[in-house]
């Protein structure tokens, strides 16, 4: 019976990645979602063909240059902690200097969880009060800490205090990345092709000046990911413990990292049943009640501090029908539905939940009226976020001002926008395509350790399948299939070194026998 769980588990996640993988990287050689600099504000996604022999070129020549590089040993030669200490300093020093040529400042979410920081540093909670932004999105509370203790060391409210942390978060990111994939695959051109891959992916830059979040929360999911790694090998409850604080403090900046403790709560499962190790069912309780405790201790002390409880805010089951909804941007993306009808209710948890029991019931039953409609509006749902290359690291800078040189404001609004989204879809199809090989290749022998990743991806596509849509949502996915995508090209330079060196053979057999005839 214990046998028959493993393998399901196991088998489940594979199967599931397989398919995942193999519709995403079918969509991204064949079409695109993208944004019209116009459409911008609106955020209104758009679909277009691809040239598919010509994309299909481009990515045989990229893997014939890694091919050359392989063969001439290149990943070996460089020594991998020199080329892993370039990578992260080199993205590093292009986030910095990102966030002094981009001259971006916060709008909508990001303006209002500043200023709420900085009124903190005041000791005002007006945000704090019934009906306000804080009640309303309690969620931002663990990053509008971090902002305050910014704000209180800057002396005022100076967003570009958070992007440098930022641009040190995109380092910690790129480091990780290459010390999972090391520990996950032990493949020296696997390592090589990573660290290559995180600072190609040009997204990680752009995402500097956003100030939501993400990539801090993603350096500290990452790191406890990486803690739990060693906890599994080492069985030390100290390590359980580490990456407990580590992803607590990932979910208080940004609560979508949830989706990483549900992952690491199912592979410590798997491994306790595998092991039949109480210590590593400890380690998931230490884990669950350090999470619990940080946001339960973060709560407490803004409510002792303002002198106001801070409630639940928005029913979670707002936010499952307006993905179900259409709206002015795209299927399942945000259309107020969820804020207004909070707001309508006058922030009444009960009556809100029970309009969006009816707005979901409704949606239900269109669905099954007409399943055509259904398959369409979950496609594009689904498309609109997983291909839409960019993941709107361009759409996060729309907001600036100031003097630009040439190059910035090419980026912004010429030929260097079109240039770097083209590349990117680019990158994605790539990346996509590599992770699909991985899979394909290692589907007998991957470990759930090494599958991990793939749970995370899983968790994600099928979170925002159901939850409100956005590609920006989808970045840290993406950002997650880069130790595989680097798996995935090491197993085919692998083979097309195999498939040379065969050849090379038989030829010099066949002069060898020709030599002897003579």
Not at 92 to 113: C, F, L
Not at 436 to 461: C, D, S, Y
Request: proline content about 3%; aromatic content about 14%.
């Amino acid at each position: 019976m214990k046998d028959l769980i493993l393998r399901g588990a196991r088998g489940t996640i594979l199967g599931l990645s397989l398919i995942l993988m193999t519709f995403l990287t079918v969509i991204s050689f064949v079409s695109t979602a993208y944004f019209n600099q116009s459409d911008f504000y609106g955020e209104h996604p758009r679909y277009r063909m691809d040239p598919v022999l010509l994309l299909l070129l481009v990515l045989i020549l990229v893997v014939s240059v890694l091919f050359f590089l392989y063969r001439k040993k290149m990943f070996h030669r460089i020594p991998i902690r020199i080329f892993a200490a370039a990578a992260v300093l080199c993205t590093i020093a292009a986030s910095i200097v990102w966030v002094r040529i981009s001259h971006t400042y916060p709008e909508a979410d990001q303006k209002a969880v500043s200023w709420v920081a900085y009124l903190m540093t005041q000791d005002n909670f007006l945000f704090f009060e019934p009906e306000k932004y804080m009640q309303i999105y309690p969620n931002q509370l663990g990053l509008a800490a971090v902002l305050e203790f910014l704000y209180r060391i800057a002396g005022g409210e100076y967003p570009d205090a958070f992007r440098y942390l930022t641009a040190l978060s995109n380092g910690a990111v790129v480091y990780l990345l290459y010390k999972i994939t090391d520990r996950l695959f032990q493949s020296r051109s696997a390592d090589f092709l990573v660290l290559a891959g995180a600072v190609g992916c040009v997204q990680i830059i752009l995402y500097t000046t956003f100030l939501y979040g993400m990539m801090l929360g993603l350096a500290f999911a990452l790191g406890a990911f990486y803690l739990l790694l060693i906890f599994l090998e080492k069985e030390k409850l100290r390590y359980a413990v580490l990456s407990g604080i580590l992803i607590g403090i990932s979910i208080l900046v940004k609560n979508n990292y949830s989706i990483f403790l549900v992952a690491m709560v199912i592979l410590l499962l798997w491994k306790a049943l595998d092991k039949k190790s109480g210590r590593v069912l400890a380690g998931v309780l230490m884990i669950l009640l350090i999470c619990a405790g940080l946001g339960r201790g973060l709560t407490a002390f803004y409510e002792h501090r303002s002198g106001m409880e801070i409630g639940s805010g928005m029913p979670k089951i707002l936010w499952v029908a307006m993905g179900m909804q259409e709206g002015e941007r795209a299927e399942g993306w945000y259309n107020e539905f969820n804020y207004n009808t909070f707001l309508e209710t006058g922030c009444d948890p009960e009556k809100s939940s029970a309009i969006a029991g009816e707005a979901i019931a409704d949606s239900m039953e269109q669905f099954l009226e007409n399943p055509a409609y259904a398959a369409k509006f979950y496609y594009k749902k689904t498309v609109s976020q997983w291909n839409e290359p960019t993941c709107e690291a361009l759409w996060v800078n729309q907001f600036h001002s100031g003097d630009f040189s040439r190059i910035v404001q090419s980026i912004y609004e010429g030929k260097l926008y079109t240039v770097l989204e083209e590349y990117m879809n680019l990158f994605q199809s790539l990346v996509y395509a590599a992770v699909l090989a991985a899979l394909w290749k290692g589907r007998k022998i991957w470990t759930m350790e090494q599958l991990f990743l793939p749970l995370v991806i899983l968790g994600g596509f099928f979170f925002h399948t159901i939850w409100e849509a956005k590609s920006q949502y989808i970045f840290p996915y993406f950002v997650c299939f880069l130790p595989w995508a680097a798996a995935g090209l090491s197993e085919i330079m692998r083979l097309l070194d195999r498939i040379v060196s065969q050849r090379k053979e038989k030829r010099e057999y066949k002069i060898g026998e020709h030599t002897e005839e003579q």
